[in-house]
């Protein structure tokens, strides 16, 4: 009896810790009920964004990035909206449904930067929220390594993003402050996979 009533008092702790449910559990020929608990451990490790402070536009866009080195230098876009100062941008953008992501980035790049680009690993993921006139925009960016034909010279495409003045080749470590979003600090330093919420 001992033993039965010491191993349910760790099973109950358990249950406690796990935060889970169980309506009926037969021990060693026992029964016994809990209710649905909680613990400070089932709480998430991130805090949640709440939607209720935005006007976030609906639905959330999948959207490729090309990163192309070259002797040290990065490929990017400049880009230049009224009144603004000029930025840099990483080649890409919006993923077509039934495009592969892929495909999406060989059509972007062909589009925007005017040259054909082999899609190799993928390199990181991040969440890039951008504001606009009618709302703030969510973007899931997948960062692909690529490369481009050795000749390429850098020239806007045939059908650039509005805001496109041009594109360069650019020290990401000398003009970090001019990314946007910041991806210069994770492409020339060690960086996870997933690097979470950047502002766009």
Sequence with gaps: MHDRNALLARLASAKFILGLGVHGLNVLGMSTRWTYCHSFLSKPMYTPMDSTQKNYLSPIRPTVRA???RNGELLVQVKQKAGESPHLTLPGGKQEP???AHEA???EC???IGTSVTVGELIHVAEVFKN???GTRH??????ACTIPEDYTPVVGPHPDPSQTGTIWASPRERRREFQPDYAEALTNKAPLYLGLLNG
């Design 67 to 69: 990163v192309i080195f």
């Design 98 to 100: 039934g495009e592969s």
């Design 105 to 107: 980035l060989k059509r």
């Design 110 to 112: 062909a589009e925007e």
């Design 132 to 134: 606009r006139q009618e």
């Design 139 to 144: 973007q899931l960016e997948l960062l692909f």
